[in-house]
Nanobody
Framework: HVQLVESGGGSVQAGGSLRLSCRFS????????MGWFRQVPGKEREAVAG???????SYTDAVMDRFTISRDNVKNMMYLEMNSLKPEDTARYYC??????????WGQGTQVTVS
């Protein structure tokens, strides 16, 4: 079982930056693909960025060249560096771990507000 806890959200002006962190705990954490998702009330949760066990990354077009996902398996941490933030980036951000052919484990989320 993987436990995930996000931190680092907050309020920032447009053009600013935030760094989200996700602490994960698992005996096999380095084998999981992991990702960041976000959700706005009334809308479906969308994938933002993903990273596999080899460090290969992927991003949704809306955040390409602005956000950077990374992981540190020694520290059991995953990060999302967000730059040039826009009001449309406002959402609750969740980290997730992939297992058994699905996004099986989720954190509680952290709110990001860009004004």
């Amino acid at each position: 079982h993987v436990q995930l806890v996000e931190s680092g959200g907050g309020s920032v002006q447009a053009g600013g930056s935030l760094r989200l962190s996700c602490r994960f705990s698992s005996s096999t954490n380095d084998e999981h693909c992991m990702g960041w998702f976000r959700q706005v009330p009334g809308k479906e949760r969308e994938a933002v960025a993903g990273i596999d066990s080899d460090g290969r990354t992927s991003y949704t077009d809306a955040v390409m060249d602005r956000f950077t996902i990374s992981r540190d398996n020694v520290k059991n941490m995953m990060y999302l560096e967000m730059n040039s933030l826009k009001p449309e980036d406002t959402a609750r951000y969740y980290c997730a771990a992939y297992d058994d052919a699905r996004w099986a484990y989720w954190g509680q989320g952290t709110q990001v507000t860009v004004s």
